[in-house]
């Protein structure tokens, strides 16, 4: 079979579709394109002096590291100067990156979580990035943190990178979901999945089992029958993987099922979840809805949440869809 490139797909894709114009396409090039820059800087490791921390801290207190201010720094200069985009958004920025002045604006916004799961870049375990495309409110010519502030259903692409053994680009733009392998040798990224699709069913969870004392009564008793096995409610035996990177996480999700859930805890109840709304949960919901799964908050759906801080956190409860829904209903029963 002939290889397609993102190029030709992207191209493909636009004569087939409406939704897709030659600004977007660009973005999602461009963006691609980045993500090649930061697959390598990770892929250097220790040689390119890229491990460890970057002295600093972002908006929400976490410490940074070296590759989560490189990362960021390689998406801004990436993107800022293509004409496509109105603003930028990041994880790792307090308020959203205008256009500089000097190059035109197009009617797109970017949000990217540049590295996620950076605990694991010192330990040579999977990290990515995660990145969700909105448009610019009409007339808004200098956008501010608001105009980001639109439902995950507002989503025009969303997509992730995962810098594994190898590095994988997934996207979708509301018409499925499409998987691409970066050719190291050829530096470009090769279409090697189409339309993927989530198990409805699954026997595998995912999720930070260390919190579990902190967690809400449904939660508690969701996983608890999981937990029980055959002998228990289920009559089936689960098993459990937890990577700490999302990215990874979604990643194994996304080819042979599960469900990933990072509920609220009582741990700290200013914060109510761990992962941020825009950057992380949007976009993996729109990826996981458009395979066929299914993510909610466990109460509400996750993309219809109407955002009010750029930087919020939410539960996330995502994957396959038959499990999503019953988790989803045990917090809705409330016991
Ligand atoms: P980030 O590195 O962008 O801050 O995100 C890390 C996130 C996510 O990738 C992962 O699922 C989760 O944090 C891991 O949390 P725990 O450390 O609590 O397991
Ligand atoms: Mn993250
Ligand atoms: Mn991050």
Not at 122 to 149: K, M, Q, W, Y
């Amino acid at each position: 079979m002939k290889s397609i490139s993102l190029t030709r797909f992207l191209i493909e894709e636009q004569r087939e579709h409406q939704h897709l114009d030659a600004d977007l396409r660009l973005l999602i090039e461009v963006v691609a394109r980045a993500c090649k820059a930061i697959s390598i800087a990770v892929g250097k490791g220790a040689l390119g002096g890229v491990l460890g921390s970057a002295q600093s801290e972002n908006i929400q207190g976490e410490v940074q590291k070296k590759l989560d201010v490189l990362s960021n720094d390689i998406l801004l200069e990436a993107n800022e100067w293509g004409g496509h985009l109105a603003a930028i958004a990041s994880e790792e920025m307090d308020l959203p990156h205008a256009i500089p002045h000097r190059y035109p604006k197009g009617e797109y916004l970017l949000l990217f979580d540049p590295l996620d799961g950076s605990s694991n870049i010192d330990v040579n375990v999977s990290v990515g990035t995660i990145f969700s495309v909105l448009r610019c409110p009409d007339g808004v010519t200098e956008p501010t943190a608001e105009d980001f502030l639109q439902p995950g259903t507002r989503q025009l692409a969303a997509g992730y990178a995962v810098y594994g053994p190898s590095t994988i680009l997934v996207l979708t733009t509301g018409a499925g979901v499409y998987s691409f392998t970066l050719d190291r040798e050829v530096g470009s990224f090769v279409l090697t999945g189409r339309n993927l699709r989530i198990p409805e069913e699954t026997q595998e969870f995912a999720i930070n089992m260390s919190n579990q004392r902190h967690w809400e009564a449904p939660m508690q008793r969701y996983i608890g029958e999981l937990l029980a096995g055959k002998t228990g409610p289920r009559g089936k035996d689960f098993n459990m993987r937890w990577v700490a990177s999302m990215v990874a996480d979604v990643h194994r999700i996304l080819t042979r099922g599960g469900i990933f859930i990072y509920p609220r805890d009582l741990k700290d109840p200013s914060k109510p979840g761990r992962l941020r709304l825009m950057y992380e949960a949007n976009p993996m919901a729109f990826i996981v809805e458009q395979a066929g799964g299914a993510a909610t908050t466990g109460r509400e759906r996750l993309m219809e949440v109407m955002p009010t801080d750029l930087h919020q956190r939410v539960p996330v409860f995502l994957g396959s869809k038959k499990e999503v829904e019953r988790a989803t209903a045990f917090h809705l029963a409330g016991g």
